[in-house]
């Protein structure tokens, strides 16, 4: 439907259309004559667009350096999972009690569609043990909750746990925004003892401090580590005495014990076209007690002896099992991004808090996404994916132009859009947000556009100036002739983003990075290249006449 019909000599007919015409005539003309007496003063001293250039493209260096890096937002999944760990040793039916309690209040949020529990496993740090649980909540529709953000429903589970429930720890955490990078959004990494020179319980004290310096630190919303010392077990002590004297080695004594609680595999056998796996172990009621060493014997020459000649049972304390990464005793912990910092700020906090507890003989190591964010963190990976873009316009104008200079008319000017990419992404920091993958994707593709639209100045001065028209004539016409579809392409492009920057629901965080990298790289670029454009070009297009040999067209 066309809003603004062509006059066609009847004056008597003046509708809506007639008087956005006059309206949209007159705010061009004046912006255009304003545009043309301002670009005529400035065209004339080129050192004003050297000066810019060299202010914004520190203050763009600036920005970039300082920004928060990381390798994709987390995104509101419409889907939760809470771990909740109780004291070592808890029994079955009093962490059941607990989920019971917490699976009654989360079925009460408005924000909640349907909640399971799966009762003597973590899923967020893949142990198994009778004082942990996990949650999994599936919220509604995104039309259909009080809160858009799912971190509200996160913060509401955590204050009722915290109130409610002080005999469990309760973490609300999302799945990874990319599957298969660890079990959950949480930042995890494990503390490794490099040298060995510390025993098992020097080692937790100190990782235990870590925590705890940790979790006081404003850039984390939590740590935690699933990994104790005070796990009840049994302790086995082999007398290797009473083994020699028997004739017997340790070591069966220890297999034959372990084949019969923990099971071993004996072999293999087909039926049926499959193949099933023989194990034995003893039946549950004969290893549920501390008289069960008196059933399991041991051949020692032509007789059968009871285990308990050689070994002796008493109770202790101790971890659920010994963890290692990297074959280094390992104390696993667990921290998210407090509210407006995200997970480049909490590795700094880490790194600072690690020198501040351990010698440097300790060191830790990422797990997950954290890992790969950790490994691109001190590359250069970014700057030199932009530096290949402009390379690659480079060139191609170079062919373009058939010059090796007017082309840097229009590099130029990339700076200047670079520069208010990273500034319209500073906002997003507060909510946690760094420069992801898709501010960086939006740069990429902002970059072309930037470079698109001084094109449509460059190229037209060219014209002009091949028809014989002076340099500066060519750069001011080239400015006149081009204005309106410079700023109908840069509007449009704007225009659009702009349902992406406040929009809401499924991705709405990737969205609104993309879009606000590429309007405030459009919005501050455009702005700049009216100006610096021509008179850039009038710089390097006498450069390439100086240097340039005439080429004889026939």
């Known amino acids: 439907m066309l809003l603004m019909k062509p006059n066609n000599g009847s004056e008597h007919k003046k509708g809506i259309g007639h008087y956005m015409y006059v309206a949209y005539s007159t705010s061009y003309n004046a912006l255009l004559d304003r545009y043309m007496k301002a670009i005529k003063r400035f065209i004339k001293k080129a050192s004003y667009a050297w000066i810019l250039l060299g202010v914004f493209c520190l203050l763009a260096g600036l920005l970039v350096m300082r920004s928060k890096s990381e390798l994709v937002p987390q995104e509101d999944q419409g889907f939760l999972l809470v771990n909740i760990m109780l004291a070592p040793g808890t029994y079955l039916n009093e962490t059941e009690a607990t989920v019971l309690q917490l699976e009654d209040y989360i079925k009460s949020l408005d924000e ?148 019969f609680l923990a099971g071993d595999y004996i072999g293999s056998y087909v039926q049926y076209n499959n193949v099933y796996r023989v194990m034995v172990q003893a039946g549950k009621e004969y290893r549920m007690s501390e008289a069960m060493l008196n059933n399991i014997f041991v051949p020692v020459g032509d007789h059968m002896v009871p285990v308990t000649q050689f070994v002796s049972m008493r109770l202790d304390t101790g971890s659920a099992m010994d963890l290692h990464f990297n074959l280094f005793p390992s104390y696993p912990v667990s921290t998210l991004p407090a509210p407006g910092y995200t997970s480049d700020d909490v590795r700094k906090a880490v790194d600072e808090v690690k020198k501040e507890v351990f010698p440097e003989t300790f060191g830790y190591e990422y797990s997950g996404m954290a890992r790969e964010e950790a490994e691109n963190a001190g590359s250069n990976e970014t700057l030199l994916i932009y530096g290949i873009c402009m390379l690659l316009i480079y060139l191609i104008m170079a062919c373009l132009y058939d010059s090796l200079f007017i082309p840097w008319a229009v590099m130029l000017s990339i700076p200047f859009a670079l520069f208010g990419a990273y500034l319209f992404i500073i906002p997003m920091e507060s909510m946690g947000v760094g420069a992801n993958v898709y501010v960086q994707t939006g740069i990429i593709m902002m970059i072309g556009l930037v470079a698109k639209t001084a094109i449509l100045i460059t190229e037209f001065a060219v014209q002009k100036r091949k028809e014989g028209m002076s340099i500066l004539d060519a750069a001011i016409g080239a400015c006149q002739d081009r204005l309106r579809p410079i700023l109908m392409t840069v509007l449009t492009m704007i225009l659009s983003m702009l349902p992406l920057a406040v929009g809401s629901g499924a991705g709405a965080v990737g969205n609104r990075s993309l879009a606000l990298a590429v309007i405030g790289g459009m919005t501050i670029g455009t702005i700049a290249l009216l100006f610096v454009t021509p008179a850039f070009y009038m710089v390097f297009q006498k450069l390439h006449e100086k240097l340039t040999p005439e080429k004889d067209d026939e």
């Open 112 to 259: 909640v569609e349907t909640v399971g529990a799966l009762t003597g496993y973590s899923m967020m740090e893949d142990v198994t043990s009778t004082n942990y649980a996990t949650l999994m909540v599936r919220l509604k529709n995104w039309s259909e909750r009080a809160f858009f953000s799912i971190a509200n429903v996160q913060e509401e589970i955590t204050e009722w746990a915290t109130i409610n429930l002080p005999q469990a720890d309760v973490t609300a955490f999302q799945m990874p925004q990319i599957p298969g990078y660890g079990n959950g959004s949480d930042i995890s990494f494990s503390l490794q003892d490099l040298s060995r020179s510390f025993d098992k319980h020097e080692f937790v004290a100190m990782g235990e401090k870590f925590v705890e310096k940790l979790a006081q630190r404003p850039e984390t919303e939590f740590a935690s580590s699933t990994y104790s010392t005070d796990f009840p077990k049994y302790r086995l002590d082999v007398d290797e005495i009473a083994c020699k004297r028997m004739g017997i080695s340790p070591k069966t004594v220890l297999q034959t014990i372990g084949t």
